[in-house]
């Protein structure tokens, strides 16, 4: 099972980063400032490191700064501000491996964790996701329905990934907007509405079933 740091002070997006990774199959360990993760990060224990660069005691390319002059190797995604262009390129020529623009979405920090190491943190290891005649390959990114390929959307395929791993429960809406739009998200939007009934259309109606004043479950 692969290991995440998340070096991060904002106790929201900490919350909501450990609940999604640690339900996608990942241990994760988190430094709330600069020295902590700086102390971290050398034990050489973690296959990934979540950098926010804002971090008090010490700045994130301060941290970044000295892992890499140290010859740690492990990948890096830094956590940006959303307009900050100058701290983007300055991550990445200090050794970042990737990076996220804050506010961001989970499926798509998720892709590039497992960009960066690979599936081995994933409860499934085989990188597949199933219900009888239905398929999910999060490797490849392709969905199949009986035998026959499905094209969706990003935040579909994210949707349906969601189902796929609470096979059974009831997703509420909140839930749903966390795990796939983002911890910056309106809890009073009807988005996923929208995206479910969208799903529907394309892998079957009756998959999705929807629970009156609590939300949805895969069948």
Do not use: C
């Not at 990003?154 to 009831?170: D, I, K, N, P, W």
């Amino acid at each position: 099972m692969s290991r995440i740091l998340i070096a991060e002070d904002d106790t929201r997006i900490v919350a909501f980063l450990e609940k999604g990774l640690r339900a996608a199959g990942y241990t994760i360990t988190h430094a709330g400032d600069g020295d902590t993760a700086l102390l971290l990060a050398r034990s050489d224990a973690f296959d990934l490191v979540i950098l926010d660069i804002g971090l008090p005691e010490m700045d994130g390319f301060t941290v970044l700064d000295r892992l890499r002059g140290e010859g740690v190797r492990t990948p890096v995604i830094v956590l940006t501000a959303r307009d900050s262009v100058t701290d983007t390129v300055a991550g990445l020529e200090g050794g970042a491996n990737d990076y996220v623009s804050k506010p961001f979405q989970f499926a798509e920090l998720l892709a590039r964790i497992r960009l960066r190491i690979g599936d081995a943190g994933a409860t499934d290891p085989t990188s597949m996701l199933g219900d009888g005649d239905l398929a999910l390959d999060l490797r490849t990114r392709r969905v199949e329905v009986s035998g026959a390929s499905v094209d969706l959307t990003s935040r579909e395929f994210s949707l349906l990934e969601v189902f796929l791993r609470h096979r059974g429960q009831v997703l509420s809406r909140e839930q749903i907007l966390g795990h796939v739009w983002g911890y910056d998200f309106d809890p009073a939007s009807n988005v996923v509405d929208v995206y479910v009934r969208a799903l529907r259309n394309k892998i079957g109606g009756g998959r999705v079933e929807t629970i009156r004043g609590a939300g949805y479950r895969l069948r």
